[in-house]
């Protein structure tokens, strides 16, 4: 059985991961070693394996006795450990959900809906390491694979609506404490039936501008507020979080870099869990009808689930609450602009936790189990 070292099980789509490992048995087929870098000798999660304890995850003697490490850590942990691990001569496998190595020519990036040759024969000729694309790049993919099937996308405009867990455990904790602290402040206010909302407002505001609210993470309010701005900043005005879109996609279709033109804002809201998106497609042939693409878009995956654009489906079944903690493509408001007819608006909700980071993880782990 493949020995499979796990890095990063405890945060968030570390936790993910197991939990998704467990409901599919997948730990049957392996035999797992749990690692940490904050509690080693710690308890292990009981997934039925022999070794109960923690062990270093910078201890590169134990981990070069892996066939396999699958980190969830941060590319923090990759770029430290990696070229350890290589001086070391490890052999086996390295399966990271970090951005660490995604653009290297060492890695392939792992969405198997959409590129599952390109990973079978990356193992059959040697690749060793596979990265997990950012989540919004695997949401926005799963999610217009019809079109892309179809050849019918020319460049592809993205504005990305992405919740707080996408930055980890501490930032979800964080919004939540912030929603705490602003309805704290006007609590006694809402229980009036006819209060000033312009001191409800006031009093809000303030506390938004003032140092009690918790900021640590975020480096800002996020509770009753948006920060469209998501990882550092690159000199041509990007933000890197928009700068992988273009990259990760072509890599991951197998196309040329920037073949397939792709561009947007990433932008930090208040939901907990699941990314939206907004995109502007343009088509590379407007004559397709709506229904004709509604019909591609189904086909495009069995995750897609294809919303009718209405108020109450819309409300209904296109919200990251309607998707969280499933593996649910909502793909809906979808019509033409009066742009004209080769502009197509769509705007689609998948969870970033599971096919944007855990599920493409856990199916490359079952590839492995069946081909390494
Ligand atoms: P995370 O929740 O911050 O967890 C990473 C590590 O932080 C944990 O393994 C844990 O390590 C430590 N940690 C510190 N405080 C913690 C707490 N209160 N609860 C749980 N863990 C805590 O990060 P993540 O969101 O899972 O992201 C991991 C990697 O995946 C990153 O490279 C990220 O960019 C990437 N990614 C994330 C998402 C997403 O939606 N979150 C999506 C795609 C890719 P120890 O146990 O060793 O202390």
């Known amino acids: 059985m493949l020995r499979v070292g796990f890095i990063g099980w405890r945060g968030m789509v570390g936790s993910v991961l197991m939990k998704r490992m467990q409901d599919s048995q997948d730990f049957k087929k392996l035999n797992a070693v749990f690692f940490s870098t904050s509690a080693v000798g710690g308890v292990a999660p009981d997934m039925g394996q022999k070794q109960k304890t923690l062990l270093d995850a910078y201890d590169i003697k134990a981990l070069l006795n892996l066939d396999c490490i699958v980190t969830t850590q941060g590319g923090d942990y990759t770029n430290k450990v990696m070229p350890q691990l290589k001086d070391a001569g490890f052999k086996g496998f390295f399966v990271d959900a970090s951005s660490a190595l995604r653009v290297s020519d060492e890695s392939i990036l792992i969405l198997d809906p959409i590129n599952y040759s390109q990973i079978v024969n990356g193992i059959k000729s040697g690749t060793k390491i596979y990265s997990g694309s950012n989540c919004t790049v695997s949401l926005m993919l799963l999610a217009i694979s019809g079109l892309l099937k179809h050849n019918l996308v020319e460049w592809v405009n ?215």
């Not at 930055?167 to 705490?180: K, V, Y």
Request: hydrophobic share 40%; net charge neutral; with cysteine.
């Open 158 to 372: 993205s504005q990305t609506y992405q919740a707080a867990s996408g930055a980890g455990a501490n930032n979800m904790r964080e919004l939540l404490s912030q929603c705490g602290v602003m309805h704290e402040v006007v609590a006694k206010d809402l229980q009036d039936k006819n209060p000033d909302i312009l001191d409800i407002d006031r009093k809000v505001s303030a506390i938004l501008h003032s140092k009690q609210l918790p900021t640590e993470y975020f480096g800002a309010p996020l509770a009753g507020n948006v920060l469209p701005w998501i990882d550092s900043g690159l000199d041509n005005g990007q933000t890197k979080e928009e700068w992988k879109g273009m990259v990760e996609a072509n890599k991951i279709l197998g196309f040329a870099p920037n073949t397939l033109k792709i561009d947007g804002n990433c932008v930090r809201v208040g939901s907990l869990r699941s990314h939206s998106q907004a995109l502007t497609i343009k088509l590379k042939d407007g004559k397709a009808s709506l229904d004709e693409i509604e019909d591609i878009i189904k086909s495009g995956n069995e995750w897609v689930r294809f919303v009718k654009n209405n108020k109450p489906d819309t409300l209904k079944y296109l919200t990251p609450v309607s998707v969280n903690g499933t593996l649910d493509i909502a793909v809906g408001r979808v019509r033409k602009l009066n742009l004209g007819d080769d502009y197509l608006s769509i705007f689609t909700v998948g969870d970033q936790l599971l096919w944007g980071a855990a599920e493409p993880i856990r199916r490359m782990i079952n590839i492995l189990v069946e081909y390494a």
